[in-house]
Nanobody
Framework: QVQLVESGGGLVQAGGSLRLSCAAS????????MAWYRQATGKQRELVAR??????????NYADAVKGRFTISRDIPKNTVALQMNSLKPEDTAVYYC????????????WGQGTQVTISS
């Protein structure tokens, strides 16, 4: 059984910061992509940030709405991914989900349970 466990959500005022963390556990052979998605009430789930990394290379992608404010990082040996969110805006309010492409006996898409982020104006 492979699972992703998120932490770090909460309520913060506009302009503040939050850091989300996600840890993968289970019989993991390899992990390719790790990412954060979010889903606001009444809207579709959208990609926030994605990181693909090896021991020597790293590629990150960000949604236009968060570029320059959010930073995704990954600890390969620990199988964790973090999202540092700065200069938060009310429109960042959403449930944030951790995602990973993980190989156990085969490659699979794994999602966390989600963590609520609420930004007050």
């Amino acid at each position: 059984q492979v699972q992703l466990v998120e932490s770090g959500g909460g309520l913060v005022q506009a302009g503040g910061s939050l850091r989300l963390s996600c840890a993968a556990s289970g019989n993991i052979v390899d992990t390719s992509i790790m990412a954060w998605y979010r889903q606001a009430t009444g809207k579709q789930r959208e990609l926030v940030a994605r990181i693909t990394s090896t021991s020597t290379t790293k590629t990150t992608n960000y949604a236009d709405a968060v570029k320059g404010r959010f930073t995704i990082s990954r600890d390969i040996p620990k199988n964790t991914v973090a999202l540092q969110m700065n200069s938060l805006k009310p429109e960042d309010t959403a449930v944030y989900y951790c995602y990973a492409r993980i190989r156990t006996d085969y490659w699979r898409d794994v999602w966390g349970q989600g963590t609520q982020v609420t930004i007050s104006s």
